[in-house]
């Protein structure tokens, strides 16, 4: 018992100390305060029903819905400006693993279906999966995944790091304001890694043998020649292993002629309004994935620094309890149990200071604040 309430203590404590550190990040004090709360509210979810389960979750005040909303759309925060804050964190308070003296990162992509297809970034997906419960194609968002290994060999943890879109959004490369990259899914990927690496310094990439490419050679080759940081590829070979020389030069004559799809949705924006209204949307979507980044490397974090100091059976019965670290679902089970009464034991802190007064204060006045 010593030991559960001690952990409670020193749990929310770090909690604040991670949250604190992003404080910077933000030009205005509500938006911070948003910050607090919506992470928050992210480790401590029951379901995913969006910004519903956070108000329901937190208690929070029912007028918080639209300003939550609002949040994920002002000007006083920038997703770079988050991302490098979060390497920081990672860097300065998780227990990191390194082979030799090397960080190790970890990247994939995943596609997630999606219902709406009007949404910024969906499009038709081919699932390359070998599983048959998957269909052969999907409607969704094509995302990178990055994350770094922490803890030890027998407690391993991939602390995600960022998570973006990687495609569906290249017919918004011209227009005004879009930050949207020419290069493929695959070189996106070690272009993540790279900009991760110049935080944690020489590092090794791990990836499967979808992005072994040339033009993924080419780009880790021209990012090394940088000297600021070496970043290093581990992954497996394709099977077929052939090499072959450059093709020919095209023979004249009749050919098949180019196949060209219909106009992607986004082609038929027209305007700056409508285009800014969907920018908007990917930021907001970005923005999202990065909160949730940070609510699970939080748990994470924990769990890892609490090996052998508190274990499952301590928190909730299992019927096969991990003798290593605590799980993210443990975590986030006891933490939503008991959070409120380890926030009343708490009154300084800043995150008991900010839930609280999103329990009483009246939506309207916080929406004022942040826009």
């Known amino acids: 018992m010593e030991q559960r309430e001690h952990f409670s203590e020193k749990g929310v404590n770090f909690i604040e100390k991670i949250l604190c550190h992003f404080e910077s990040c933000f030009s205005r004090k509500a938006a911070f305060r948003w910050f607090v709360a919506i992470t928050t509210g992210l480790m401590l979810r029951s379901d995913k029903l969006g910004v519903t389960s956070i108000i329901r979750d937190l208690a929070l005040a029912p007028g918080c819905y ?9 000007s006083s925060w920038s997703l770079e400006d988050i991302r490098k804050r979060w390497y920081s964190a990672v860097s ?7 082979e030799g003296n090397l960080h190790v990162l970890v990247g994939d992509g995943v596609k997630q279906s999606k219902e ?4 910024p970034g969906v499009k038709k997906l081919f699932q390359e999966s070998g599983n048959s419960a998957k269909p052969g194609f999907i409607h969704g968002h094509m995302f990178g995944g990055l994350g770094i290994l922490a803890g030890g060999i027998r407690n391993w943890a991939c602390v995600p790091l960022s998570i973006r879109l990687h495609d569906g959004l290249q017919a918004a490369r011209e227009w005004e304001g879009a930050s949207v990259s020419a290069a493929s899914h695959v070189v996106q990927m070690v272009e993540d890694a790279y900009k991760a690496a110049l935080t944690f310094r020489d590092s090794l990439l791990l990836l499967d043998r979808y992005f072994l490419t040339v033009p993924v050679l080419k ?3 021209g990012l090394n020649a940088s000297g600021a940081v070496h970043m290093d590829i581990v992954t497996k070979a394709k ?7 450059k093709p020919g030069p095209r023979k004249p004559g009749r050919g098949r002629p180019p196949k060209k799809g219909e106009p992607a ?9 409508p285009r800014r209204k969907v920018l908007e949307a990917v930021r907001a979507i970005e923005m999202h994935m990065v909160l949730s980044c940070i609510a699970m490397g939080i748990l994470q974090s924990l769990s890892i620094r609490y090996i052998g100091k508190i274990s499952s059976s301590q928190i909730r019965y299992q019927r096969t309890p991990s003798k290593g670290r605590v799980s993210e679902a ?3 089970h006891y933490f939503r149990k008991h959070f409120f009464r380890l926030l009343g034991q708490e009154p300084g802190l800043r995150i008991t200071q900010i839930i609280q007064g999103l329990q009483k204060e009246p939506g309207e006045q916080w929406d004022s604040m942040v826009s």
């Open 330 to 332: 443990t975590l986030m």
């Open 219 to 221: 780009k880790l080759r």
């Open 265 to 273: 949705p986004l082609k038929c924006v027209k305007g700056e309004k």
């Open 239 to 245: 099977k077929p292993c052939t090499a072959y020389q």
């Open 66 to 74: 639209e300003p939550m909303l609002h949040f994920f759309r002002v």
């Open 92 to 98: 300065r308070y998780a227990s990191l693993y390194k």
């Open 116 to 119: 709406g297809r009007r949404m």
